[in-house]
Every structure is written in structure tokens, then in C-alpha cells.
């Protein structure tokens, strides 16, 4: 495997597990029984995917080495926060399969390389012609175990999904992160923060094993597609994917914080929970505010400066409230064209996501120790940089001319506030 290994970060790796074995007590991911179980199921397991993945890149380099010449025009990164609307958005563009491309959940985590995805689908020839005994124990073991734990959205097996968990096999992004929930006191973990925390071999280390996978993605899939991707954290990426893909186009999500901020939150609770015993309802909640805030922050300033036809910021409540025409602008915008069969697939996803709709969940504020006033005021940068409706925060804002502070009106009380003007 050669060369390629060296983009797997085992340093950090052996520093993970170091500190999940060793430093855990007293920590949100200490040894209790359930955190030994997963653990053991990972370790036994990993190493196993990561055999076979990397010696798929290897046998690549052999059979399919005209990978690496092939051109990626033009790729769209769908981001923005988590709970933002990403995965929709994300899964209307890719039913345009005449001109998209993107990875669903088995070509990301069991089939990066070309080589897995030939044996896999040979395989899977195989399954069929016996009538799919093995997809059919494996979709039900998935809705079971895996689906059935899950419920901020459906976990796309086969349906396109983040990107950004390519990163596993190198050791980087979000998945450690979901394990090995270790943190720098009072600092965003790095991976949120890529363009500001990482050094510059650090990013070519990372960005390099990213452009190869998509190569081989396209490249499998025909090499005439447009690449399209999926990933929040790929907010705090923004420079460095626009270095990687000068041509890139970006499709920014905006949603307010006081709905975002609970929920993600909320999220990753749920995550940590399935993975540790954490001491806290809402654990890392200060890491988890300052990553959303620089997702919030660091794609705007360096987003801003790009053309309508590169970037296109498009506001959650506007999106939900029409997602066609949401959709067909940004075609408008991007320069790409539409087709009857295309429009017609849009229109039975929105009528299906309408008949699957979920009312939208109360997350408890104060559990959190948060309020909607603290969150207002410490995201008030957001809030104006976006023009999110202040109609949402259930409280207005005047500006008292004799001092020049804002004054916040609430039903209850009058607060004045001596933060920027």
C-alpha cells in the first residue's frame, strides 16, 4: 500500500486510544460497560475495513490508474450548520442523476476504492440471482440496529450522504470525533475549525486523499458528472476546498441560531450517548457553541467576495416554505439546465417529504443552560450578517439614540445592552 498509508494519521490515532484507555475516568467518555462494548466492537472491526479499504486504494493504483487523471469540473458543496436543511437539499439535487454525482452511505464507509465497489457489485450480481437472501438480512439488521437508534434523518445506505466521513480512513473529521469525544479545553475541536487550526501540510495531507476519492468516484461513475457533496463541517473547510477546486460552487444553508443551537445540541447528545456514558445530559456544550458559530462566521467571510454563479446563500425558511423554486433557482444561478423528467422527480420527493413530516421538536433551553436572549445577543453578528428575520427571536430590538445601545423590549422586561452598535 505503499505510499498511500502515509495519509492515515496514526499519531492521532494512538493518541485517541491512549486517552480512551488510559484517561478516561472521570471523563463524559468513561469506561462504564457500554462504553467497553463499543470500543471492542471498534477495535475488532476497524482495522479489519481499513485492511481491506486500503488495499483496495492499492490494487487501484494497479488496475485503474487513469483515475487520477480525471477531471473534476466544477464541483457543488451543499453546507451550512447541522440542522439547517442540508440533507434535504441535498437529496433533491442528487436525483438529478443525469448531470450529478454523489456518494451514497456503502461508497463512503465499506467502498472508496474503485476496486471495492467492482467486487461489491460483482457480488452483488450474485445475491440477486439467488433472490437477495444477503441485502434483504442486511437492510433488516440495518432499520433495526443502526436506523432504528436514529431519528434526526434517515441514514442513507444506499442514498447519497456526508462526504466528509471519508475522513475515517485517514483519521480525520467527524467520525474520531463521534468515538473519541476528546477535547482542548475552551477550543473548537480542530477538525471544525480545518482552515484556521490545521497547518498547511496538515491541510495538503487531508485535501489530497479527498480530491483522490472523489476522482475515483467520478471516474467509476463515467467521468462525465458533476460531483456534488454533502457535509456541515465542510463549513469551516470552505478555503481550503476553494483552493483544492477553484471552480467550486457552494450552496450555503441559513438557518437561525435559535433553531439550530438547541438542535444540534440536542444532536450531539444523541450521538455521544450511543457511543459513551456521558457524566452530562448535554455534554461539550461550550466546544459545541463555538463550533457552530464559526460555521456560521468563516463561510461568510470567505464565501462573500465569490459571484452569484459561485455561491449562493439560500434561508431555511424560504427553502422549506418552497422548495421547488428554491431548487430551480439555484440551477438558474449555477448555469445548469433543468429536465421535464428531473422536475417531475422533485415534485414526488417534496409531496413525499410532506407526507412524512415530523412536527418540529421543543428542545428544553434552560436544561441546556441557555436562553433565546443569550443566544441572540452572543450571535447577534449572525443574526445581521444573514438578515435572519428578527420576527423569529419573539422579541424586538430599538436603538436608543441618547446612549447608543440597543434595548431589548420582552413581554416581561426592558434589558439595555452595551454590546456593538
Aim: hydrophobic share 40%.
Amino acid at each position: 500500500m505503499g505510499k498511500n498509508v502515509m495519509f492515515f494519521d496514526f499519531k492521532l490515532s494512538l493518541k485517541h486510544s491512549y486517552h480512551a484507555l488510559f484517561k478516561a475516568n472521570h471523563t463524559n467518555y468513561a469506561l462504564k460497560p457500554k462504553r467497553i462494548l463499543v470500543l471492542f466492537i471498534f477495535y475488532f472491526f476497524f482495522p479489519i475495513l481499513e485492511l481491506f479499504t486500503w488495499t483496495g486504494f492499492f490494487l487501484d493504483e494497479i488496475f485503474f490508474p487513469n483515475y487520477k487523471k480525471q477531471n473534476l469540473k466544477s464541483p457543488i458543496f451543499v453546507i451550512g450548520n447541522y440542522r439547517s436543511g442540508t440533507t434535504f437539499l441535498h437529496r433533491l439535487l442528487a436525483i438529478d442523476y443525469k448531470q450529478f454525482t454523489s456518494m451514497s452511505g456503502w461508497e463512503i464507509i465499506i467502498a472508496a476504492s474503485i476496486t471495492q465497489r467492482k467486487l461489491l457489485k460483482f457480488f452483488g450480481i450474485i445475491d440477486r440471482v439467488m433472490g437477495n437472501p444477503i441485502l434483504r438480512t442486511f437492510d433488516f439488521l440495518w432499520g433495526k440496529y443502526v436506523q432504528g437508534e436514529v431519528n434526526f434523518h434517515k441514514l442513507g445506505v444506499r442514498e447519497p450522504e456526508e462526504d466528509e466521513s471519508l475522513f475515517a480512513h485517514i483519521w480525520s473529521g467527524i467520525i474520531p470525533w463521534n468515538l473519541f469525544p476528546i477535547m482542548e479545553k475552551d477550543r473548537t475541536p480542530s477538525f471544525a475549525t480545518f482552515d484556521k487550526w490545521f497547518s498547511e501540510k496538515e491541510k495538503s495531507r487531508v485535501m489530497t486523499f479527498y480530491k483522490l476519492c472523489l476522482q475515483r468516484h467520478v471516474y467509476y461513475h463515467g467521468g462525465k458528472k458533476i460531483y456534488l457533496s454533502k457535509s456541515p463541517s465542510f463549513s469551516g473547510n470552505v478555503e481550503a476546498i476553494l483552493k483544492t477546486f477553484p471552480d467550486a460552487k457552494f450552496v450555503y444553508l441559513i438557518r437561525s441560531p435559535l433553531e439550530v443551537i438547541p438542535s444540534s445540541i440536542n444532536l450531539w447528545s444523541f450521538k455521544w450517548r450511543l457511543t459513551c456514558d456521558p457524566k452530562e445530559e448535554y455534554p461539550f456544550k461550550e466546544n459545541l457553541l463555538k463550533m457552530i458559530k464559526y460555521w456560521y462566521t468563516h463561510p461568510w467571510e470567505v464565501l462573500k467576495g465569490l459571484p452569484p454563479s459561485q455561491v449562493q446563500f439560500v434561508h431555511y425558511d424560504k427553502f422549506v416554505r418552497d422548495p421547488f423554486n428554491t431548487v430551480t433557482s439555484l440551477y438558474t444561478e449555477f448555469g445548469l439546465k433543468t429536465s421535464k423528467i428531473y422536475l417531475k422527480r422533485i415534485e414526488r420527493e417534496i409531496r413525499l417529504q410532506n407526507r412524512n413530516y415530523r412536527p418540529k421538536q421543543n428542545y428544553p433551553l434552560h436544561k441546556m443552560g441557555l436562553s433565546k436572549l443569550w443566544i441572540w445577543v452572543t450571535f447577534q453578528d449572525v443574526f445581521r450578517k444573514y438578515q435572519i428575520e428578527s420576527a423569529r427571536i419573539h422579541f424586538s430590538i430599538k436603538l436608543n439614540k441618547r446612549v447608543n445601545q440597543p434595548i431589548i423590549f420582552t413581554k416581561t422586561r426592558t434589558i439595555r445592552l452595551g454590546f456593538l452598535n
